[in-house]
C-alpha cells in the first residue's frame, strides 16, 4: 500500500469533521489493505465454500476471508453472488429494518449495478425494478448483471435523469448512488487521491443537484428517497439533505441501527424537522467510505398511477396477445403469470402485474433490456436465449448437462471442448447446478453458444 499522501485541503476538512485523534486512526485505516465481501443471491442456490464471515447488517452479505480468482469461478458467471463492498450492502438493512412496501423501484445511477440486483432480490415478484445508466457503454455492463443476476423484475434503460420528467410520482422508491468526489474510495482507488480537489467537490455538488432536482419528484406520495455517495464531505451530503428538503415535501426516516456497528448518525436540521444521514469510516466499519439517508415523501404530495394504454404502440416492441400469451405458457409450462412482447421476432417475457408499468415506462424512456428475453420460435422449435438459460424460469424440455470446474471453465472461454453422452439438440450447461448457457449437439459437433462479447479472456 502506498503511504498516506493526501490532498492538503482533504485533510483539514476530514480534520474538521473527526477531530485530529481519529483523523490519525482514518490515515491508518486507508492504507491498510480493503476486504473482500459478495452478496449472495438468494434465488439461485450456492455454498460458500470459502472461509468467510457474515456482514453484520446483512442477510446475504459476506466477507471473505482471501480473494479469490472470481474471472475463474463459474459460479459468478452464472449470477450465484455479485462482489460488492460491505458499506453498500447497508441498503439491505435499510430495506428490511424500514419494511420498504414493495412496488415499483428507480435506481436512477445504477450501473455496474450493485445496489440494482440488491433491489431485484428485495422486490422478488412482487414488484419492478426500473434501473437506468446515464452512460451508454457502463448501461450495458448493468445489463450483463441484470441478466446474470437473472431475475426478470427489471427494466434497464439508458437516460439522462432529465427524461424521467413524464414520471413525476410514479415510484415507491427511488435510489440514486450519486456520482460523486469518491473521497471513501481513497483506499481502494488511490487514483482517487490524485483527482481530489475543492473544485471537483464543488463540481461534484453542482451535479448531485441537479439529479436530485429530477429524482425528488419522481416519488410518490408516501414512497421512499435514498441518497448515498462514496464520499465524507458535507457539501456532497448534509447539503443535499437540505436542498432536497427545500425543494420538496419530504418527511424524515431515521433507520434503526446497532452500536457495534459503528456507523456514524449525523443530523440536519432543516424544515422545522430533523433529518438523518449515516457515515461509514473505514476506520470503525469493516468496508468503504460511504454515505447515505432515507426520506419518505408527504402524504400530499402526487401519485402517477398508470392508466391502460387502449393500443399500444411502440418503435420495435409488439405486444403478444392474450391468447397467444396463453398459448405459449403452456408450451413453455411457465406459469401463466407473464406477459408477452416481442422485439426482431425475439419473445420477451414481463410480470403481468408491473405490465402497464412497463408501457409507460417503454413510451418515456430508452429500453436497453427488460423482463426476460426468451428466444425466438422456429416452426415447433425454439432458439433459446443466453437470457433465458440464465433466468430462473424454468426451461422445461430441454435436457441439462453438468460440468465439471475445469469443462466449465472452457465453455465460458467459449472454446469448444468433448462432451460426451450428450443428447441432440439444445442442451442447457450446468455447473454445481446453477445454469451457464446452452450447447447445441448437431451429432456430428457441439456448438458453444456461450455470447462472444461475455467470454472469458484470462
Ligand atoms: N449504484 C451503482 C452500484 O451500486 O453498482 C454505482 C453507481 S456510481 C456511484 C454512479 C453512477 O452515476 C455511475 O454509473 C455514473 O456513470 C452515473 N452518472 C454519472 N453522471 C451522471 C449524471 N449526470 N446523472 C446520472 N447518473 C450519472
Given at each position: 500500500m502506498p503511504e498516506t499522501n493526501l490532498p492538503i485541503d482533504f485533510e483539514s476538512q476530514m480534520l474538521e469533521l473527526l477531530g485530529q485523534a481519529e483523523f490519525e486512526q482514518f490515515k491508518?485505516?486507508?492504507n491498510t489493505p480493503s476486504h473482500t465481501s459478495i452478496r449472495l443471491n438468494?434465488?439461485?442456490?450456492f455454498l460458500?465454500?470459502?472461509a468467510n464471515t457474515p456482514i453484520s447488517w446483512s442477510s446475504t452479505g459476506f466477507f471473505l476471508e482471501e480473494r479469490p480468482s472470481f474471472t475463474l469461478d463459474p459460479a459468478i458467471h452464472a449470477g450465484a453472488y455479485y462482489v460488492q463492498e460491505a458499506s453498500s450492502i447497508f441498503i439491505e438493512h435499510i430495506l428490511h429494518s424500514l419494511n420498504i412496501p414493495k412496488g415499483i423501484y428507480l435506481d436512477l445511477a445504477a450501473a455496474p449495478g450493485g445496489k440494482s440486483t440488491l433491489l431485484s432480490s428485495y422486490l422478488g415478484n412482487e414488484g419492478m425494478l426500473v434501473a437506468n445508466e446515464v452512460i451508454q457503454s457502463r448501461a450495458q455492463i448493468l445489463k450483463e448483471n441484470i441478466i446474470k443476476w437473472g431475475l426478470g423484475n427489471a427494466i434497464v434503460t439508458n437516460n439522462d435523469p432529465e427524461h424521467f420528467g413524464p414520471l413525476e410520482g410514479f415510484f415507491d422508491l427511488v435510489v440514486v448512488d450519486a456520482p460523486c468526489s469518491g473521497e471513501g474510495m481513497f483506499r481502494k482507488d488511490p487514483q482517487a487521491r490524485e483527482e481530489w480537489s475543492i473544485d471537483n467537490v464543488q463540481l461534484c455538488s453542482a451535479r448531485q443537484k441537479r439529479i436530485m432536482d429530477q429524482a425528488g419528484a419522481l416519488v410518490k406520495a408516501d414512497g421512499y428517497l435514498v441518497y448515498s455517495t462514496c464520499t465524507f464531505n458535507e457539501q456532497e451530503n448534509e447539503e443535499m439533505i437540505r436542498f432536497l428538503t427545500e425543494e420538496f415535501s419530504y418527511e424524515p426516516v431515521r433507520i434503526p441501527l446497532e452500536s457495534t456497528w459503528n456507523i456514524r448518525e449525523t443530523s440536519v436540521e432543516t424544515e422545522g424537522k430533523t433529518f438523518y444521514g449515516y457515515r461509514f469510516f473505514p476506520h470503525l466499519v469493516?468496508?468503504?467510505?460511504?454515505?447515505?439517508?432515507?426520506?419518505?415523501?408527504?402524504?400530499?404530495?402526487?401519485?402517477?398511477?398508470?392508466?391502460?394504454?387502449?393500443?399500444?404502440?411502440?418503435?420495435?416492441?409488439?405486444?403478444?396477445?392474450?391468447?397467444?400469451s396463453s398459448d405459449l405458457d403452456d408450451e413453455l409450462r411457465f406459469d401463466g403469470s407473464g406477459k408477452y412482447y416481442t422485439l426482431n421476432d425475439s419473445y420477451f417475457r414481463i410480470s403481468k402485474d408491473w405490465n402497464l408499468h412497463f408501457q409507460k415506462i417503454s413510451q418515456h424512456l430508452s429500453l436497453k433490456y427488460f423482463g426476460v428475453e426468451i428466444g425466438k420460435k422456429q416452426k415447433r422449435d425454439w432458439i433459446p436465449t443466453h437470457e433465458w438459460a440464465l433466468s430462473i424460469l424454468p426451461k422445461h424440455g430441454f435436457p441439462s448437462h453438468e460440468l465439471s470446474e475445469t469443462e466449465a471453465i472452457e465453455f465460458l472461454r467459449k472454446n469448444d471442448f468433448e462432451i460426451s453422452g450428450l443428447p441432440i439438440g439444445w442442451v442447457l450447461i450446468t455447473f454445481k447446478n446453477l445454469p451457464l448457457g446452452w450447447v447445441k449437439n448437431l451429432g456430428n459437433r457441439v456448438n458453444?453458444?456461450?455470447?462472444?462479447?461475455?467470454r472469458i479472456r484470462m
Open positions: 491508518e485505516a486507508i438468494s434465488a439461485k442456490f460458500l465454500t470459502w469493516k468496508g468503504e467510505g460511504f454515505f447515505i439517508t432515507v426520506m419518505k415523501r408527504s402524504s400530499e404530495a402526487y401519485i402517477q398511477e398508470p392508466k391502460r394504454i387502449k393500443d399500444f404502440k411502440h418503435p420495435y416492441l409488439k405486444e403478444v396477445w392474450n391468447r397467444e458453444n453458444y456461450y455470447p462472444k462479447e461475455w
